[in-house]
Each structure stands twice: as structure tokens, then as C-alpha cells.
């Protein structure tokens, strides 16, 4: 039976990442903590948030990225230190983003791309504050961008840029936060591989990098609650609890029994009553209001914890102990 605020794991562990102090690959669900109130997954790393605002980090360290004061990766779950009362965290490819309390943004781990926001292209293995935010309500990062979501619903980004991720009109990447002009009232942001996406308070989706630099309205969602993004998809919750998803396909992560990726959204035929999307690499993942964890996507790993390495076009059931 799952526990409400359990931590379980399953999928790829050569890191540590699954942080049950082995390196085994799981392909069914291993229970890790208990009294975790939400969770993120990097490339290879985790970070776990109790109730009492604390950070517990495991996984690949090399850059720094737990935000331990040291490279060295951990198996097992350790107590970040040093930062205030925590209350969001989010997981880049290797990097971290650590939401304080009163609003402030720490960051941790590489910053070749200026993604940990600090003005410089040093890696950091403690968390250094963000400069220049205003207050933060939310936090998110991409592979190698990160961003954030104020008080007044504005969003900022900053980190790299090539394919036009940080919605400002250019190329360019940066070490800075800066505003996104053009949006407001946004509730929720994700960021991709090379690509962002931001949710507005109407349920309207924005996504900027796919196609364009600067934030495009995603045509024929319905009204939209809750995105998640993956390497190169991206996933829609609608208020009626269903999913709608686009972008690479290659591995079945699309939900629509095929490999053919696209830019135009489509609905996932069989999932109803969904209350939470997630995503990795090339996978996803929808929870319904009963409890059920579906998955579907990439499973060479057995990340789809369907106890099999076999890819799934439509979405199956994960089976808990």
C-alpha cells in the first residue's frame, strides 16, 4: 500500500539517483523515504523536500549540483545545509534551484551557460543566491536554463539560449535573470531540453524555443491547469483531467501509439481523471484522482517501473508492492 508522503524510485540508478544505496537499475517501484512533500528529478540526480523545509539531495555530483560543499556523488540521501527554510526545488540537467521561504532563489552545480544565475560561468557546489529577482513564488529549470515565477505572475529566465528557451527574441544566453516580456499572470513554467513553456492564470499555454524565440500561444488546448516537459515534449493537463501532449516522439512519450512526432497538441486517447503530469527525458507520467500512476515513453531503464525494458506507445499502469 503507497503512503501518503512516501518517496518511491525506480528506472535508472548508475548515479545513485534512486538513492537506495545501491547502483541497481529498477524496474519496479523501491520504497525510498517517508515524509516527503514533493520531489524532483535532474539527469541523475534527486532532490527530496520534508515538511520542515529541508532539502535532502542524492545522485551524480560532479558539478556540484547536490549542493553538498563537495563533487562527490551520494547514494543515499544527505541533508542539503546552510539555506533557509526551503519551499521549491527544481532539477536541471546539472544543476539545481533551491526557493526560499520569503522569496529569495538559490542555485547549485554547473553553470557553463550562466544557469545558476549568479553573473558568473563558475560551477558551484554550494547554493549561491540568484541575483536580481524579485520575489519567487516558483521555480523551474530546463537542461541548461532555469526560471522563475514572481509575486506579480511575471516570469524570468536565464542560462542558455540557442534555441531562443529564455523567450526574449534572441539567441543569446545569459547569466542574469530577466523578465519575458510579452506574458503575465503566469502560474506555472517548465523548461525542456532547449525549449520553455509557461501557463498562464486563463489556462492558456505559451511555448517559446520549439519554433520561436519569443512565447508563442499553444492553438487547440482546452483550458490548461498543470504542464510538465520532457527533453522534447511537452505535456497539457486540461480542467477536464485529461491529457494533451506534443513534440518528439521517438520513443512512444506522446501517448498516441506511434513514433511520429509534432508540434500540433492531441489528446491521449484512455487517460480521464488525471490530477498530475511529470516527465522525464523521453517518458511520462500522469497520476488520477484514484490513486492510479500511468507511464509511458522510454524504458531501456525500466523508468516506466512496468517491470519490463520494453517501450510503451500508450500509457500502462505502474504497479506498486
Known sequence: MVKLGALWGW??????????GTF???????????????????????LALDPMGQVLAFGRNEEGQLGLGSWASQGRPVRVEGLPRIVGVAGGYQHSLFLAEGGAVYASGANEEGQLGDGTHERRKSPVRVQGLPPVV????????????????RLYTWGANLSGQLGDGTVESRSKPLPVEGLSRVVQAVGGGSFSAALTE????????????????????????????GREHLLCLTREGEVWALGANEAGQLGDG?????????????????????????????????GILYAWGRNEYGQLGDGTRENRFRPVVVRFP
Open 258 to 290: 506511434t513514433e511520429e512526432s509534432r508540434l500540433e497538441a492531441r489528446r491521449i486517447e484512455g487517460l480521464r481523471g488525471v490530477v498530475a503530469l511529470a516527465a522525464g527525458d523521453a517518458h511520462s507520467l500522469a497520476l488520477t484522482g484514484e
Open 24 to 46: 541497481l537499475n529498477r524496474s519496479r517501484p523501491v520504497l525510498l523515504l517517508q515524509g516527503v512533500v514533493s520531489v524532483v528529478a535532474g539527469s541523475a540526480h534527486t
Open 138 to 153: 516558483a521555480v523551474a529549470a530546463g537542461y541548461f536554463h532555469s526560471l522563475a515565477i514572481t509575486r506579480e505572475g
Open 11 to 20: 528506472g535508472w540508478n548508475y548515479h545513485g539517483q534512486l538513492g537506495d
Open 202 to 229: 486563463d489556462g492558456s499555454v505559451y511555448v517559446f524555443g520549439l519554433d520561436s524565440a519569443t512565447p508563442r500561444r499553444l492553438e487547440g488546448v482546452p483550458p490548461t491547469v498543470a504542464l510538465a516537459a
